[in-house]
C-alpha cells in the first residue's frame, strides 16, 4: 500500500509540474499569434503561421476595408481598343470587365513571335502617382518596366490605378470599396485572373512590380494573391513610423489618409500610428515564402530608407521560421526617388531567374 501511495504522489508532483509549465515563450510581435481564447502563442510551426497570417490579413482589412468576394464573376468581357505592333511585342489598349458595372482600363503587351503551345511568363506592372497612369510604365523616365518586361518575352499587363489615367475620374465617395487601395487590391487580383486565363501565359510564373503608388500596391496585392511568385517594390514603402512627409495633410500620417488610399487611416486610426493595425514589415512577411526583391534609394525622400532597414530585419524572421531567408532580396542604391537603370536590370536578372526564362536580348533598356 506504502509503494502506491508514493507512486501516486509523485505521479500527482509530474501532473501538477506539467500544468504549470510555462506556455512557450512570446519573443516577437511577428511571430505570435491570437488562439481561440485571445491568448498571445508563439508561431512555432507552418500551421502556427497560416492562423497568423489569416489574423494578418484581417488587420489590413481592419484599415483597408473588406475584400470582395472574388467567386462568381462575369466574363472578362476583354475589348481591345487599339494595338502598336514592334519587333518583339505588340501592345494592345484594352478594357475588360472586373465585375458586373465595373471596367478597368489596361496596356496588354504579347511577345513576337507566339504560338499556340508557347507559355510565357507574366507580370503585372503597376504606375507610379503620374496623372496618364499606366501609360507612365510605358513612357516615363525610369519607369518603363511595362515595356522592357514585355521586350524581354514576358505577357505584361498595366492597369490605371483609380483616380488616374482613364480613371481620373474615379467616384471614390460612391464606390462600393472603403479605399481605393482595396478597390487597387481587386483591380489587380482580377488582372492576375485575365493573365491566368490566357493561353499565352504559363499562369505558375506571374510576379508584379511597381514603382512609389505601384511599389506599395505591388506589396499589397502581393499580400492577399498568393498566385504572385515574385514582387518587386521601388520606392514603394517604409515603416510608417519612419514616415513624415504629412505637412498639409493634417498630420504625419495624413497621405496615406487620401481617398485613393486609406481614408480610414484617418477616420477609425486618427492618423495615429501607435493606432494603426498593420505596418508594412507585416505585409513583407505576409509574401512569405514567395520572393521579394525591393529597390529602396539611401536618398528617397518620400520613404526613408532607416525604416526600409527596420521592416526588412522584422520581416526576416518570417522568412527565417520558414527556411527561405534567401528569397528575400533588398537593394539600396545611390539614387533619389528612382528606379534606376541598373537597379532595373538586376531585378530584370532576378526575375528571369525565379522563372527560368531566357530573354534574346537580356542587356536592353528602353531609351
Known amino acids: 500500500m506504502r509503494k502506491i501511495v508514493i507512486f501516486n504522489f509523485f505521479s500527482c ?3 501538477f509540474f506539467i500544468a504549470c509549465k510555462p506556455q512557450q515563450q512570446v519573443t516577437s510581435p511577428l511571430l505570435s499569434y491570437s488562439d481561440t481564447k485571445g491568448r498571445q502563442r508563439a508561431v512555432v510551426s507552418v500551421s502556427d503561421w497560416d492562423k497568423k497570417r489569416t489574423q494578418m490579413r484581417d488587420s489590413l482589412q481592419a484599415a483597408m476595408g473588406p475584400l470582395p468576394s472574388l467567386k462568381n464573376h462575369p466574363a472578362f468581357d476583354v475589348q481591345y481598343r487599339d494595338s502598336l505592333k514592334t519587333e518583339n511585342y505588340t501592345r494592345y489598349t484594352i478594357t ?4 458586373e458595372n465595373e471596367y478597368l482600363p489596361a496596356y496588354l503587351y504579347l511577345p513576337n513571335p507566339r504560338t499556340p503551345r508557347q507559355k510565357h511568363p507574366a507580370m503585372l506592372a503597376l504606375h507610379q502617382t503620374a ?3 499606366k501609360k507612365n510604365t510605358d513612357e516615363g523616365k525610369n519607369m ?4 522592357e518586361l514585355a521586350h524581354r518575352g514576358y505577357v505584361v499587363i498595366a492597369p490605371d490605378y483609380p483616380g488616374f489615367g482613364e480613371l481620373s475620374d474615379y467616384d471614390f465617395e460612391n464606390s462600393r470599396f472603403r479605399s481605393g487601395t482595396m478597390k487597387g487590391i481587386f483591380d489587380h487580383i482580377r488582372c492576375v485572373d485575365l493573365l491566368q486565363s490566357m493561353p499565352e501565359v504559363d499562369p505558375a510564373r506571374i510576379g508584379v512590380i511597381g514603382h512609389s503608388l505601384g511599389g506599395h500596391n505591388a506589396l499589397f496585392v502581393g499580400a492577399f ?3 504572385l511568385q515574385v514582387v518587386v517594390t521601388s520606392c514603394g514603402w517604409t515603416e510608417f513610423e ?5 505637412a498639409g495633410y493634417g498630420g504625419r500620417l495624413g497621405p496615406w489618409a487620401q481617398d485613393k488610399y486609406m481614408p480610414l487611416i484617418r477616420d477609425k486610426y486618427q492618423l495615429d500610428g501607435d493606432k494603426m493595425p498593420f505596418n508594412f514589415h507585416d505585409i513583407i512577411a505576409l509574401i512569405a515564402p514567395r520572393r521579394l526583391f ?3 534609394p ?3 525622400s518620400n520613404f526613408d530608407v532607416e525604416g526600409v532597414k527596420a521592416g526588412i530585419a522584422k520581416a526576416k524572421e518570417a522568412y527565417r521560421l520558414l527556411k527561405v531567408e534567401d528569397r528575400i532580396q533588398v537593394r539600396y542604391p545611390i539614387a533619389a526617388h528612382d528606379f534606376p537603370p541598373e537597379s532595373r536590370k538586376e531585378v530584370y536578372r532576378f526575375i528571369d531567374n525565379i522563372f527560368d526564362h531566357h530573354p534574346n536580348d537580356p542587356d536592353w533598356l528602353a531609351q
Open 13 to 15: 508532483l509530474l501532473l
Open 96 to 99: 475588360f470587365r472586373v465585375a
Open 131 to 133: 496623372n496618364e497612369g
Open 144 to 147: 518603363t518596366y511595362a515595356k
Open 225 to 227: 494573391d498568393t498566385r
Open 242 to 246: 519612419y514616415y513624415n512627409i504629412g
Open 294 to 296: 525591393s529597390v529602396s
Open 298 to 300: 539611401v536618398n528617397d
